[in-house]
């Protein structure tokens, strides 16, 4: 091959040379980075319009040999001169930082820097390709705002959520006392019944005593008998108003109870009213079952399901009107059933008859808190449950409550 050939006129390589620079350039100054070189100290020897446009210099010469570092913001400065300083030592190295344009907009800006060399591997500027980050940031900022406000709300919705259930189970004790009270009135009525026939006792033992005394025939025996038989009729009416006075007392603590005895309770205080309207009362629970609860709630629920029964009796008119009560243990669990054949309950109201304020019996009579207090008090403070169907045209009540591991 002639060697003229390879010789390339020196004009030529100047204009490619030329050429090849203006592309560079081009290309540069295209690029949608910002891309700039920097001195040692900071001080910027280029920058492309991309990068410009994020400092908001008009042009190159505007800016050119200023130190860059200057329009960062205070809290990034150090490590943005750190970074320079890694490159000159060279070492690459990124940042994100906050910048303020010369015309005042905030930028927030992600670089890449790289110790850029020359032929001989000295480091002659740094390198820094910088991205304008400011809507991720943003984004990300208001997502955290976001999260932030979560949070709070979630917090403030737990403790609204448990204040409003506090408020709740206070409520239900309100209503359990209410409902206890509003059965008071009952109770007079009952403790009235009560007294009738001791009273009527008393009257003619006195009368006796009189009698006796005024024919002169009053011997010592006689009186001391009179006086033994007074003294046991006043104990047993004394003994009624005891009862009543602890049933109004709430029970403060759980502990173990015989079924039989809190049914027992609820029964004295009803069973002068049910045996005046000749409801017969039957009871058959076993002596040993015991379960751990709430004894006059128990009874009050009890209480409840009776007084339910017997309104149910007296207001379809039954002639040979009954309540059972039958109570045992089946599978550690204390299960009371109470039965009647006052007709039973209507099928389309037998879903809300435990719903507050569900009555069937007009203002005066009733006010539908029965049944919802009898539920809070065995399901939500004894976690037990209560249920009710019809059966043989009449309804049957069931109780059952956890019962008492040691006696079951
Ligand atoms: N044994 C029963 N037989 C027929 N219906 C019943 C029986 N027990 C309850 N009910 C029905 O369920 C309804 C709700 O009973 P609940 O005890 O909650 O309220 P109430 O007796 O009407 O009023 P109160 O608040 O005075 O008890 C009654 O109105 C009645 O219609
Ligand atoms: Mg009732």
Redesign the pocket.
């Known amino acids: 091959m002639p060697t003229g050939q390879l010789k390339i006129p020196a004009i030529d390589i100047e204009q490619t040379l030329r050429e090849n620079e203006q592309f560079l350039k081009l290309i540069i100054d295209t690029e949608p980075e910002c891309v700039k070189l920097l001195d040692r100290d900071g001080s910027l020897l280029m920058m492309n319009r991309a990068g410009l446009e994020m400092i908001e210099a008009e042009n190159f010469e505007m800016v050119k040999g200023g130190k860059v570092h200057e329009l960062v913001d205070p809290e990034y400065r150090d490590d943005f001169i750190n970074l320079i300083r890694a490159a000159f030592e060279g070492n690459a190295g990124e940042l994100v930082f906050k910048i303020t344009g010369l015309k005042g907009r905030r930028l927030w800006l992600e670089s890449h820097a790289v110790p850029l060399r020359n032929e001989q591997g000295a480091i002659i500027s740094m390198l820094a390709i910088t991205r304008d980050i400011t809507i991720r940031k943003q984004a990300l900022e208001a997502l955290a705002d976001k999260q932030q406000q979560l949070e709070m709300l979630n917090s403030s919705l737990e403790q609204r959520i448990s204040q409003a259930v506090s408020e709740i189970r206070l409520k239900d004790r309100m209503m359990i006392q209410q409902?206890r009270q509003?059965a008071m009135g009952e109770m007079i009525n009952n403790i009235a019944h009560q007294w009738r026939q001791p009273l009527n006792n008393l009257g003619l033992i006195l009368q006796s005593i009189e009698k006796s005394f005024s024919s002169g025939n009053l011997r010592e025996e006689e009186l001391r008998t009179d006086v033994h038989s007074s003294m046991d009729i006043i104990k047993f009416m004394s003994h009624t108003i005891d009862d009543f006075r602890n049933f109004f007392r709430p029970d403060k603590q759980l502990h173990m109870f015989r079924l039989k005895d809190a049914v027992q309770l609820a029964l004295k205080f009803v069973s002068a009213d049910l045996q005046y309207q000749r409801i017969a009362v039957d009871m058959d629970i076993h002596e040993d079952v015991y379960a751990n609860g709430y004894p006059n709630e128990y009874a009050q629920v009890v209480l409840?399901?009776l007084?339910?029964?017997r309104?149910?009796l007296a207001a379809n008119d039954i002639s040979k009107p009954f309540i059972r009560i039958e109570g045992g243990t089946e599978g550690g669990i204390a299960v009371l059933r109470m039965r009647?054949n006052?007709?039973?309950?209507g099928e389309d109201?037998i879903e809300r008859?435990?719903d507050p304020y569900?009555?069937?019996?007009g203002e005066d009579?009733?006010?539908?808190?029965?049944?919802?207090m009898s539920k809070v008090i065995i399901e939500n403070n004894m976690k037990g449950r209560l249920t009710v169907c019809n059966i043989n045209g009449?309804?049957e009540?069931r109780i059952e409550i956890p019962a008492h591991p040691s006696k079951s």
């Open positions: 409902n509003a409840n399901i007084g339910n029964a309104d149910a009647d006052g007709g039973g309950i109201i008859i435990f569900f009555s069937t019996k009579k009733g006010t539908g808190i029965g049944l919802y009449g309804a009540f």
